[in-house]
């Protein structure tokens, strides 16, 4: 009997060495002519975002100019219950964020031109998020990756528009 993609899933997040062989059964469905290829990185990597210290769980390559479809590259984080606890979480991460990271960068979408010229993506996840949010209620996600998707897009917001401190006038 052949055994479901969520069992799959679930086999992959206890056993690392299970990991290529889940994402080389993963559609990409709708993603699929914009992403060249999904590659399994076993070693997570830690960065800054402003001077918060993040672990990437995926990330896609940038192309500004739509010639070679970008690389989605997954961490092993994004295995853990506490980043996808399903696999429709780690679904929606895939398909419906970082494959419309690809999207965005293999059309040339000016959001993406006009800030990826300038070191950051910020303007790009405001709307990669906006639209992952707008495709979980198709997705059986659970409630823990909507919040986090939720906060995500909320640092990413602050990022944009930081808050201004309010003038004080003292005597
Ligand atoms: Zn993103």
Not at 26 to 51: F, I, T
Not at 75 to 83: M, Q
Not at 117 to 139: C, F, P, S, T
Request: contains cysteine.
């Amino acid at each position: 009997m052949a055994i479901s993609l969520e069992d799959e899933y679930k086999q992959a997040q206890e056993n690392p060495r299970k990991r290529r062989r889940f994402l080389r059964k993963v559609d990409l469905a709708e993603a699929r002519s914009y992403v060249r290829r999904v590659r399994y990185c076993p070693e997570n990597v830690l960065s800054y975002l402003g001077d918060k210290r993040i672990n990437f769980v995926m990330t896609t390559d940038q192309n500004l100019f739509g010639i070679i479809r970008p690389t989605i590259t997954i961490y092993p984080i994004a295995f853990s219950p506490g980043a996808h606890p399903r696999l429709d979480d780690f679904l929606s991460t895939l398909i419906d964020h970082e494959g419309y990271h690809a999207r965005l960068e293999y059309e040339g979408d000016p959001t993406t031109l006009l800030t990826g010229a300038i070191g950051n993506n910020w303007e790009e996840e405001l709307k990669v998020h906006d639209y992952q949010l707008r495709q979980m209620d198709k997705r059986n996600c659970s409630d823990l990756h909507r919040k986090l998707t939720e906060t995500n897009r909320e640092i990413y917001n602050q990022l944009l528009s930081p808050r201004e401190t309010p003038e004080v006038c003292l005597s």
